[in-house]
């Protein structure tokens, strides 16, 4: 396939904060490992030939755990911005020298699919602009796209008001892009590739189209997503390496190096990461994914949770549809529901 790719990692992630407020978005763990981490290497096994991380927020975050990009399996490299330049204005401050089709994506959506498919698909109908679509029961908060039979773009409206759009067909956050394509986007101020662009390059008769992804996909970015993203990993509509690779008991993915107490009740399915603990009396599950080192106390009950590295849930806490940040804790005898607790200060950021 042999092309390059642009990564957007600079946004803000605020419907995350706090838990995002040190990290970038794109390094939020799925299953205990940044999503930017599985996507990278997901982009090197299809042959992605160099991704362009585009920077804003924190970059340091993604740059120390990314580094080269070595470890992963395809060159990396950064480009920082100067000023707030927007969607449109990263992607042409990244792109800058490719010089050839490449791809690019928003890095705060989870998701698996056939990138050669995409690219053949934009190649084939000789298209400037390339947009990966997903169909969803409800579009709001998204880009809705309008296309023809042919698959031509004929409408992109950036989250429009209910009803302005009659289409099921929601931008997925991922581009094939010609380098021509960037002469519409204005140089040295922010532009929005939504918003100023696309209609930019549909005003001038410009042949964008767009196709539909088969895989896995789903944003990240709130509470909901966040957490509805672990239950599809759990229940096998993710597939992801490890919970196909790992022996499960009974849906119960336990790791060599957790400790669970012989008093305690899983209650499937439930993710056990590496040196995670869960003492005696407490009930963990279902849709519970224990990141690193995590720790639940004794008669704790948790369900719908996702807990990062090194977070703790306190002896009698009750917690359900909650993400607990890096080391956070939730004192004994609290009752957190719908909850994203804040990592701790002397994690934040790393
Ligand atoms: N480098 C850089 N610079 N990246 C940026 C900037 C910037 O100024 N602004 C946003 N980004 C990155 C974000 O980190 C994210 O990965 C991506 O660009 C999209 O920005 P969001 O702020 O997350 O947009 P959204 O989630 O509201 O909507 C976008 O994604 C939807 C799919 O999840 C749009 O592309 C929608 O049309 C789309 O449906
Ligand atoms: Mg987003």
């Given at each position: 396939m042999q092309v390059k790719a642009v990564l957007l990692a600079g946004g803000l992630g605020t419907r995350l904060h706090p838990l995002t407020e040190?990290?970038?978005?794109?390094?939020?763990?799925?299953l205990g490992r940044p999503w930017l981490e599985r996507l990278l290497e997901d982009l090197a096994k299809q042959r992605v030939t160099e991704a362009v991380c585009a920077l804003r927020h924190e970059p340091e975050a993604i740059m120390d755990r990314i580094g080269d990009g070595e470890s992963l399996g395809l060159p990396v490299r950064y480009r920082i911005e100067p000023a707030p330049l927007g969607t449109g204005g990263a992607i042409r401050y990244a792109a800058q020298g490719i010089g050839e089709t490449f791809l690019v994506f928003n890095a705060d959506v989870a998701h698996q699919f056939d990138l050669k498919k995409l690219v053949d698909f934009h190649r084939e109908r000789r298209a400037l602009v390339t947009i990966g679509l997903v169909a969803l029961e409800d579009v709001s908060g998204y880009g809705v796209v309008e296309r023809d039979d042919a698959g031509r773009v004929l409408r992109f409206v950036e989250k429009p008001e209910p009803g302005e759009v009659r289409s099921p067909f929601v931008n997925a956050g991922v581009y094939v892009f010609e380098p021509a394509a960037l002469e519409y986007i204005p140089e040295g101020r922010e532009v929005s590739v939504e918003r100023e662009t696309f209609p930019a390059l549909l005003a001038a008769g410009e042949p964008v189209y767009a196709t539909v992804l088969d895989g896995y996909w789903s944003d990240l970015g709130t509470r909901e997503r966040y957490l509805r993203v672990h239950r599809d990993i759990l229940a096998g509509r993710w597939p992801l390496p490890e919970v196909g690779l790992q022996p499960a008991r009974d849906r119960v993915w336990q790791d060599p190096s957790a400790r669970v107490h012989p008093e305690a009740e899983l209650v499937p399915p439930v993710w056990l990461g590496p040196r995670s603990v869960v003492e005696s009396g407490a009930v963990v599950g279902p849709w519970v994914v224990l990141g690193p080192g995590s720790r639940i106390g004794a008669g704790a009950r948790v369900q719908d949770a996702v807990l990062w590295e090194g977070a703790r849930v306190g002896p009698g806490a009750q917690l359900e549809s909650s993400v607990l940040g890096r080391g956070a804790s939730v004192p004994g005898g609290v009752r957190c529901w719908e909850c994203l607790v804040a990592p701790s200060p002397a994690t934040a950021g790393r």
């Amino acid at each position: 396939m042999q092309v390059k790719a642009v990564l957007l990692a600079g946004g803000l992630g605020t419907r995350l904060h706090p838990l995002t407020e040190h990290l970038p978005k794109p390094m939020v763990p799925v299953l205990g490992r940044p999503w930017l981490e599985r996507l990278l290497e997901d982009l090197a096994k299809q042959r992605v030939t160099e991704a362009v991380c585009a920077l804003r927020h924190e970059p340091e975050a993604i740059m120390d755990r990314i580094g080269d990009g070595e470890s992963l399996g395809l060159p990396v490299r950064y480009r920082i911005e100067p000023a707030p330049l927007g969607t449109g204005g990263a992607i042409r401050y990244a792109a800058q020298g490719i010089g050839e089709t490449f791809l690019v994506f928003n890095a705060d959506v989870a998701h698996q699919f056939d990138l050669k498919k995409l690219v053949d698909f934009h190649r084939e109908r000789r298209a400037l602009v390339t947009i990966g679509l997903v169909a969803l029961e409800d579009v709001s908060g998204y880009g809705v796209v309008e296309r023809d039979d042919a698959g031509r773009v004929l409408r992109f409206v950036e989250k429009p008001e209910p009803g302005e759009v009659r289409s099921p067909f929601v931008n997925a956050g991922v581009y094939v892009f010609e380098p021509a394509a960037l002469e519409y986007i204005p140089e040295g101020r922010e532009v929005s590739v939504e918003r100023e662009t696309f209609p930019a390059l549909l005003a001038a008769g410009e042949p964008v189209y767009a196709t539909v992804l088969d895989g896995y996909w789903s944003d990240l970015g709130t509470r909901e997503r966040y957490l509805r993203v672990h239950r599809d990993i759990l229940a096998g509509r993710w597939p992801l390496p490890e919970v196909g690779l790992q022996p499960a008991r009974d849906r119960v993915w336990q790791d060599p190096s957790a400790r669970v107490h012989p008093e305690a009740e899983l209650v499937p399915p439930v993710w056990l990461g590496p040196r995670s603990v869960v003492e005696s009396g407490a009930v963990v599950g279902p849709w519970v994914v224990l990141g690193p080192g995590s720790r639940i106390g004794a008669g704790a009950r948790v369900q719908d949770a996702v807990l990062w590295e090194g977070a703790r849930v306190g002896p009698g806490a009750q917690l359900e549809s909650s993400v607990l940040g890096r080391g956070a804790s939730v004192p004994g005898g609290v009752r957190c529901w719908e909850c994203l607790v804040a990592p701790s200060p002397a994690t934040a950021g790393r």
